[in-house]
């Protein structure tokens, strides 16, 4: 077996120490990320006996494994004695440094030894060399060391890491092990053992795989098995389990927990939670004054990560803040560091995909790792990744700084001022107006960026820090998405009605992006419920004609589900009014009436939401005897869980505190709940058996037609596609199929989908429609009662027999 580290990896594993503190600016630490100019420039600065970035590789051979250690010097200078060179680029103030950065010796001092004893010197020296980014002043530390020094420094560096090393190689031959006894822990379904296979030969070839599998495929067990598999066999080391909701995250864990349960699967997992979520302090303040887990967080990390290590294989959000409070260290760190020795890590996307999120441990050196990625409701990835890789330079937030600023003197006031007033002139307009260039602004927040920068690493408790702060990192993510433009770019300004004026870039088609992110793993699968049309999303999540396409039939009985249409309704924009909204009231009652249980409606505002909703409470709802919920337009966590509490059965919630009215509530109840079609309520939510027996979707899932939406439509129409296609009617497609899938969850449910607009009885959205969808009618409202009452009277007559 071989384990292999970076030489920056294992120092900065090993020897970090002290407190965590969000405090102290981190450019100083990230600027060799933006210093490789300068790093060019000291190299050719030297004369003909230095030698510019020279691999070094190290083998500590084991009985159980080797460990290679390897890495790439800045530059070794021929002498007596040689000399390696260390080169950091740094926003600080040289004058004020005293020292070199301690992992950053250290980091040299590793190249060092590793020179040394491959050719065998008594001494070594070491030079780091700080180079200012902003005015590329440079400072000097020298350093020599005798072998003796060089080589006991050195392996007390390696024996400390070793104890990880050894777990390391003990637990695969573990985990290996237990993944050849494994079998699968169902009897296959129909088509269920074909998917994955392919999910297996996808990751053996190396390919992605755009795989649209049907609730009730068994997506998250049918990937994942398959997927261990593939690393017992040694096709890679380590697979990302990434989600959109914390929904699908717990399902994934579950599946983890029951093949340990079930076929005694030795597989460590990690739960990446959000920082906010599982933080231990009521107050999210990083800095040793003000959480006690952060102070002297580095000197016990590691002791709690072997803690971890030796007794727990699931390290959930719960197990994870239990050991954080054991070691009193900071648990989204832990979770972080705990990851690098878990097989699997199950986390929200944009820890692989995020430009500022990423989990830099894996993918900072963007090389290819021993990674499968397995990309769940892979839908969402298009929206997310446009969000991910987009930015915004507004107004407001600048003239917020400027005026608090105002009385306070700060370096930088020049460079905000030329900024405030590039955007104030460009706000004349209050038009939408698309952007071939927007370089002098760019200069000026270039200007600005650096020396807020500069400013941050000398004074770390000035007036309005947190302010200076936030606005920096709004700036700098802004600066970043710049040097990412392309052709799948567009820029424009606008004014915003809540956000104001802004200068947008708009990544249009995140697919480059992603491809390049997925590049990093040996195999990506991506599969979704209603990945329809699928080749629209190979196109924009980064596939390509090599890549691999799978469909999944549905295993569900589909005369369990009533499909139907009703043509003789709209939710065009132009045609809504109280006709419209009676007509839709009015089938809403005749379909509830048909048997009593729970409903959801999704609408496509909540504008139109709220219009029906008067309509039929005033009405239908005595009548129908129906308890109705309406979804609000910002509701808390508690609030949701009160909502769907509702659709329980057996539910004792006080509906009258949830809707003020005072109703109680009966077993042979009718619950409607009425929501926002791609909202909170319309995906990821797993209401089974009788929690849910109906949906209703009031049009096609249309987005509204704003500046963006329209920036995408011409995009696409310039690259040949249908552009409404792309930007309205195939996202609105998607959230009609999620609405619907929320009824039919087991094999044992039975519900009805309508879907009412007369644009579903066109060729173009019935050509979208899931294979499974056969036998759709459409209906009026003289009809559909009949057509309702006939589809449970052959369900009772089923459950009868």
Not at 226 to 248: D, N, R
Not at 316 to 329: E, F, G, L, P, S
Not at 463 to 490: A, C
Request: hydrophobic content about 35%; aromatic content about 12%.
């Amino acid at each position: 077996m071989q384990i292999n580290i970076s030489v920056r990896g294992l120092v900065e594993f090993i020897l970090r120490q002290g407190d965590i503190d969000n405090r102290i600016h981190t450019s100083a630490e990230n600027a060799m990320l933006e210093g490789g100019r300068i790093h060019r420039k000291i190299q050719k600065m030297q004369g003909p006996s230095y030698h510019a970035e020279v691999p070094l590789s190290y083998n500590i051979h084991t009985s159980k494994y080797d460990l290679i250690i390897e890495g790439r010097a800045d530059g070794i200078e021929e002498g007596d004695p040689v000399v390696i060179d260390e080169i950091k680029g740094t926003y600080r103030n040289l004058d004020h440094m005293e020292e070199p950065v301690p992992v950053h010796l250290a980091q040299a001092k590793v190249y060092a030894a590793i020179y040394l004893i491959q050719n065998s010197l008594e001494q070594i020296g070491v030079r780091m060399t700080y180079c200012s980014l902003e005015n590329e002043a440079i400072k000097y530390f020298n350093f020599t060391y005798t072998a003796s020094e060089i080589v006991s420094w050195f392996e007390e560096v390696v024996d400390k890491y070793k104890v990880f090393a050894d777990f390391e190689a003990e637990w695969s031959s573990i985990r290996t092990s237990s993944i050849k006894s494994c079998n699968f822990p169902f009897p296959y379904r129909k088509g269920q053992k074909e998917l994955a296979s392919g999910v297996y030969r996808t990751i053996v070839h190396g390919k992605k795989l755009f795989l649209e599998a049907p609730t009730g495929t068994g997506k998250t067990i049918t990937t994942l098995f398959p997927s261990i598999a593939a690393i017992g066999q040694g096709k890679a080391e380590k697979l990302f389990y990434m989600t959109a909701k914390t929904l699908t995250a717990a399902a994934a864990s579950d599946t983890f927990q029951l093949l340990r349960s079930s076929q005694k699967l030795r597989f460590k997992t990690a739960v990446i939670t959000a920082k906010d979520k599982i933080c231990l302090c009521a107050e999210k303040e990083c800095n040793p004054e003000k959480c006690p887990y952060a102070k002297g967080h580095y000197d016990r990390i590691n002791e709690a990560m072997l803690d971890m290590m030796a007794n727990e294989d699931n390290y959930t959000r719960d197990t994870i803040q239990y050991y954080a409070r054991k070691h009193m260290v900071c648990p989204f760190e832990l979770s972080l560091d705990i990851s690098l020795f878990a097989d699997g890590i199950i986390c929200d996307y944009n820890y692989v995909f995020d430009p500022f999120v990423y989990l830099k441990r894996y993918f900072a050196d963007n090389k290819k790792g021993s990674y499968i990625f397995l990309i769940d409701e892979a839908h969402n990835l298009v929206d997310r990744g446009r969000s991910m890789y987009s930015a915004d330079l507004k107004l407001s937030p600048l003239q917020n700084l400027k005026d608090m600023l105002d009385s306070v003197y700060v370096p930088f006031k020049g460079h905000m001022t030329a900024l405030y007033n590039q955007l104030i002139s460009m706000s004349d307009s209050d038009r939408p107006q698309m952007l071939d260039t927007i370089e002098p602004l760019i200069v000026m927040a270039d200007r600005l960026s650096t020396s807020i920068s500069s400013y941050l690493d000398d004074v770390s408790d000035g007036p309005y820090h947190d302010e200076i702060v936030d606005y920096y990192f709004e700036l700098t993510r802004f600066l970043t998405i710049y040097d990412k433009l392309d052709d799948h770019y567009r820029i424009y300004q606008e004014w915003d009605e809540i956000e104001g004026f802004r200068i947008r870039l708009l990544c249009v088609n995140p697919s480059e992006n992603l491809g390049a992110c997925m590049s990093q793993a040996v195999s990506t699968i991506l599969f979704s419920a209603t990945f329809l049309p699928i080749q629209y999303y190979k196109e924009l999540l980064g596939g390509t004609d090599e890549d691999f396409e799978m469909y999944s039939n549905s295993s569900f009985d589909p005369s369990k589900r009533c499909l139907v249409i009703a043509g003789d309704v709209t939710s065009r924009y132009a045609r809504r009014g109280p006709e419209q909204y009676d007509r839709i009231a009015d089938y809403i009652h005749r379909i509830v009436s048909g048997k009593r249980g729970n409903y959801m409606v999704f609408f496509p505002s909540h504008a139109f939401l709220e219009e029906v909703y008067e309509v039929y409470l005033s009405r239908y709802a005595e009548l129908d005897r129906a308890q109705v919920l309406a979804q609000g337009s910002n509701m808390s966590e508690e609030e949701r869980e009160m909502f769907l509490d509702m659709f329980s059965e057996g539910n004792n919630v006080n509906l009258g505190e949830l809707i003020n009215m005072d109703v109680d509530i009966e077993d042979d109840r009718v619950v409607i709940g009425f929501c926002v079609i791609g909202g909170i309520f319309s995906e990821s939510i797993d209401l089974r058996k009788d929690s849910l027996i109906g949906s209703i979707i009031i049009g096609c899932g249309i987005p509204l037609v704003c500046n963006e939406r329209e920036v995408l439509r011409h995009y696409f129409d310039e690259n040949g596609k249908d552009g409404y296609d792309f930007a309205y009617k195939y996202p609105g497609m998607n959230k009609v199929l999620q609405a619907a899938g929320r009824v039919i969850r087991t094999e044992e449910d039975t519900g009805v989908v309508a879907l009412m607009d007369d644009r579903f009885l066109q060729s173009g959205y019935r050509s979208l429609f899931p294979r499974e969808w056969k036998g759709i009618e459409t209906v009026t409202t003289d009809t559909v009662n009949s057509k309702i009452e006939e589809f449970w009277s052959k369900i009772s007559h089923y459950q009868d027999f």
